[in-house]
C-alpha cells in the first residue's frame, strides 16, 4: 500500500514483501492552471515546460557535471539513472516525467540521489509554480510497479521557478525518501545544481 507523506517526512523504500528494492522508478507530474489571455489580440500563454533532473551525490555534494541527469543528458555514466524524455507541456494524466534508478548498479560513493524540477526560462517567459496545480512525486518498485509512496505539494508556490521535491539516500545499508519541497527562485538546471556543489 502506497504512503502518502508530508513534507519533511522520511520513509524507508522496501518492497511490499518486505525483501530489498533493485530497481526504482520516481515519477513526477504537474498540471498547468488554465492561463486567461489578456485581450482579444492578446498572444496565447505559453506552455510551461517543467524540467525533472536527478542530482547524483557523493558525500552529500554534487561533484561532477556528469552526475545531474536531465533532459541533456538522460543516462548517468554508469547506467545506473535514466531519464525517460522531456515533456514539454505537462498534458496529461500520470506522470509528466520518469526517472528509473537501478539501486544495485549505483556506485556506492553516491550517497543520495535528489530529484528536481525547474520551469524552463521561467524568468524570461514570467512563469512560476503559482501556475501549476497537482504538482507530485512519487516512488514505485519498478520490477513490480507498485506505487511505494507519494508527495504531493500543496502549498502555494507564486514567484518561485525551481523545486527541490526529494531525494533518495542510503542510510544503514537501506535507501530511505525524504520529502523536501522546497521551493527556489533558481532559472536553470545549472543554477539549481550550484546549491549541491
Same mark, same amino acid.
Request: hydrophobic share 35%; with cysteine.
Given at each position: 500500500?502506497?504512503?502518502?507523506?508530508?513534507?519533511?517526512?522520511? !520513509?524507508?523504500?522496501?518492497?511490499?514483501?518486505?525483501?530489498?528494492?533493485?530497481?526504482?522508478?520516481?515519477?513526477?507530474?504537474?498540471?498547468?492552471?488554465?492561463?486567461?489571455?489578456?485581450?482579444?489580440?492578446?498572444?496565447?500563454?505559453?506552455?510551461?515546460?517543467?524540467?525533472a533532473s536527478a542530482f547524483l551525490c557523493a558525500g552529500g555534494?554534487?561533484?561532477?557535471?556528469?552526475?545531474?541527469?536531465?533532459?541533456?543528458?538522460?543516462?548517468?555514466?554508469?547506467?545506473?539513472?535514466?531519464?525517460?524524455?522531456?515533456?514539454?507541456?505537462?498534458?496529461?494524466?500520470?506522470?509528466?516525467?520518469?526517472?528509473?534508478?537501478?539501486?544495485?548498479?549505483?556506485?556506492?560513493?553516491?550517497?543520495?540521489? !535528489?530529484?528536481?524540477?525547474?520551469?524552463?526560462?521561467?524568468?524570461?517567459?514570467?512563469?512560476?509554480?503559482?501556475?501549476?496545480?497537482?504538482?507530485?512525486?512519487?516512488?514505485?518498485?519498478?520490477?513490480?510497479?507498485?506505487?511505494?509512496?507519494?508527495?504531493?505539494?500543496?502549498?502555494?508556490?507564486?514567484?518561485?521557478?525551481?523545486?527541490?521535491?526529494?531525494?533518495?539516500?542510503?542510510?544503514?545499508?537501506?535507501?530511505?525518501?525524504?520529502?523536501?519541497?522546497?521551493?527556489?527562485?533558481?532559472?536553470?538546471?545549472?543554477?539549481?545544481?550550484?546549491?549541491?556543489?
Amino acid at each position: 500500500m502506497s504512503v502518502n507523506l508530508k513534507k519533511g517526512q522520511k !520513509v524507508e523504500l522496501r518492497k511490499e514483501t518486505g525483501g530489498s528494492l533493485h530497481k526504482i522508478m520516481v515519477g513526477l507530474g504537474w498540471d498547468e492552471v488554465e492561463q486567461k489571455k489578456k485581450g482579444f489580440f492578446a498572444p496565447k500563454p505559453q506552455d510551461i515546460d517543467c524540467d525533472a533532473s536527478a542530482f547524483l551525490c557523493a558525500g552529500g555534494r554534487l561533484m561532477d557535471v556528469s552526475d545531474v541527469v536531465y533532459f541533456n543528458n538522460l543516462v548517468h555514466t554508469s547506467q545506473a539513472v535514466r531519464h525517460m524524455g522531456d515533456n514539454l507541456t505537462g498534458a496529461g494524466e500520470g506522470d509528466d516525467e520518469q526517472i528509473f534508478v537501478d539501486l544495485d548498479a549505483l556506485p556506492s560513493q553516491y550517497d543520495k540521489v !535528489v530529484f528536481v524540477v525547474n520551469i524552463y526560462q521561467a524568468m524570461q517567459r514570467n512563469q512560476h509554480f503559482g501556475l501549476i496545480r497537482n504538482a507530485f512525486i512519487r516512488i514505485c518498485d519498478a520490477e513490480t510497479n507498485k506505487e511505494l509512496c507519494k508527495y504531493n505539494l500543496s502549498e502555494n508556490y507564486d514567484n518561485m521557478t525551481a523545486m527541490v521535491f526529494g531525494e533518495l539516500y542510503r542510510y544503514n545499508q537501506a535507501w530511505k525518501f525524504n520529502a523536501i519541497g522546497q521551493p527556489t527562485q533558481d532559472n536553470s538546471v545549472g543554477d539549481l545544481a550550484k546549491r549541491f556543489t
